[in-house]
């Protein structure tokens, strides 16, 4: 018990970051969860048994039409496709968590994978405790915000015109801040080539999934130039 203490004291502030932004946009997907008809039960089994919060977004409309499990399947592999990198970059990190693993890889999620991937685990901590905590407390955020969001929907009439863009504005500025701070930024342009062309040849309303793909490809044939500028780094 005092190991499990420990290694949560020296998790949670590296996650307090996460708990900011998690906490509103876990409110805003809950209050869009509630506006379409699903209120706090669906909303709580979402969060905790998916826990993806760009594909629950994008699964919203998915859930208010015609049922289309290949269209719904495609679009979650699409959108977590990037968790291959992830998963190939968190092997060596990963592979001695023991019963904790299972759980440690289902709750990685983008914020997770930049604080395990970058921080060094505190002298006299477990590291697959001080990782498994840093996973727990991240989608705990998200439930929790999730849960206020939906509740607020039942509690509060709200005007959600312009609120699914969220997301979109989250992305923006992690776009922005990745350019910031990388001095490598072929990936972003990659992002951002790939997405216009997407849009330009599929339309607004079909270019997410070829976009996506086709990150994807991208991304794996430069992968060993990417590597080693990274290594130059």
């Not at 998963?87 to 289902?106: A, M, Q």
């Not at 685990?121 to 969001?149: A, C, H, M, R």
Request: net charge positive; hydrophobic share 50%.
């Amino acid at each position: 018990m005092k190991e499990k203490t420990k290694a949560l004291k020296a998790a949670f502030p590296h996650t307090i970051p996460v708990l900011t932004g998690f906490l509103f946009l876990g409110i805003a997907y809950g209050i869009l969860m509630n506006s379409k008809g699903y209120g706090v039960p669906w909303t709580l089994a979402f969060s905790l048994f998916v826990f993806a919060g760009a594909s629950q977004y994008a699964a919203i409309p998915y859930l208010t039409s015609a049922f289309s499990p290949i269209s719904a399947f495609v679009m979650a592999l699409m959108i977590n496709a990037r968790h291959i990198f992830y998963g190939i970059s968190l092997i060596d990190k990963y592979k001695n968590l023991g019963v904790l693993k299972p759980y440690c890889i289902f709750s990685l999620c983008d914020e997770t994978f930049s604080i395990t991937y970058s921080t060094k685990t505190p002298k006299g901590v477990d590291e697959n405790l001080f990782i498994f905590f840093i996973s727990l407390l991240n989608q705990s955020y998200w439930v929790i915000g999730s849960l206020i969001g939906a509740s607020l929907g039942y509690m509060v009439s709200f005007n959600i015109a312009g609120l699914d863009f969220v997301l979109t504005a989250l992305f923006l500025v992690i776009f922005l801040n990745q350019l910031e701070v990388k001095s490598n930024i072929l990936p972003s342009v990659i992002g951002l080539v790939a997405s216009i062309f997407s849009l330009l040849v599929f339309g607004p309303d079909n270019f997410i999934l070829p976009a996506m793909g086709l990150i994807l490809i991208l991304l794996t044939i430069f992968r060993k130039n990417l590597e080693v500028k990274q290594n130059a780094n």
